[in-house]
Structures are given as structure tokens and as C-alpha cells.
């Protein structure tokens, strides 16, 4: 598994990771039942605290994206993933709502915002065959 950290971001390092995981799950580099690293083995890899690693493991089984077994360690989700709830759309609503107002404050038209996302989107899901999953 391929995690790149940016260490002198404001983004937290608990956020990347989970970012970047879920990342893996959408383009198909992470597949169902795939497993994961150990919280000391991931912590260790990366030169990061395995709390930080253990807190991202945690919001990832949270939200359904991850189980946890005592034999089998972290896999991803082999029993599908979570679908859309009322609490994920408003979490996106929120995001977007922020990400819209920086974009129009730099005088990014609306097509411009819409267009960027839609790239942003098909780039993510498109998996290593070229194939939107």
C-alpha cells in the first residue's frame, strides 16, 4: 500500500491517512478484504506516532470502511461499503459549502468549481483499467 504523508501540512496526519485510504478503496487499489498493515507495522513504515495510525483506523472502521479481527487483522470492508446516509450528505454539503466559497472568493466561476469537481471525481473512481467502477 502506497501512503504518502505531507508532514508540514495543516491537514492532520490522522485525516491523510484516512483520506488517502479511502482514496485507495475508490480507484480499486484497495479491494474488498484486502488487508491492511498492523497499527505498529503502518506506524512503524510511515515514522508516525501508532496512535495517529490507530485514530485513523478507528474513524475508518467507524464510518464502515474497515473491519477489525483479532486473527485477521485490519481488512478493508469485504461485506460492501457503506452507503449514502443523511449524515454523509450533509458532512459533503458542509465541505462543499467551504470549498465553493474559497473558489468564488479567487473569482472561480460556478462551471469552473463544477467542472473541477467533476474531474476530481472521475480521476478518483477511475480504477488501473481506465474503467469507472
Not at 58 to 86: A, C
Not at 95 to 116: N, P
Request: charged residues 25%; glycine residues 8%; hydrophobic residues 40%.
Amino acid at each position: 500500500m502506497f501512503i504518502e504523508l505531507d508532514l508540514q501540512s495543516e491537514t492532520p496526519i490522522y485525516a491523510q491517512l484516512v483520506d488517502q485510504i479511502v482514496e485507495g478503496i475508490a480507484s480499486g487499489a484497495l479491494q474488498p478484504g484486502d488487508p491492511l498493515p498492523s497499527v505498529r507495522r503502518l506506524a512503524e513504515d510511515l515514522g508516525i506516532n501508532l496512535h495517529t495510525v490507530n485514530k485513523s483506523y478507528n474513524l475508518l472502521k467507524q464510518e464502515g470502511f474497515l473491519q477489525v479481527h483479532r486473527k485477521k487483522g485490519v481488512i478493508v470492508q469485504p461485506d460492501g461499503m457503506p452507503g449514502v446516509t443523511e449524515a454523509f450528505e450533509e458532512k459533503l454539503r458542509q465541505q462543499l459549502r467551504s470549498l465553493a466559497a474559497a473558489a468564488a472568493v479567487r473569482g472561480m466561476t460556478e462551471e469552473a468549481f463544477a467542472q473541477e469537481s467533476r474531474s476530481v471525481y472521475r480521476n478518483t473512481i477511475t480504477n488501473r483499467g481506465g474503467e469507472q467502477r
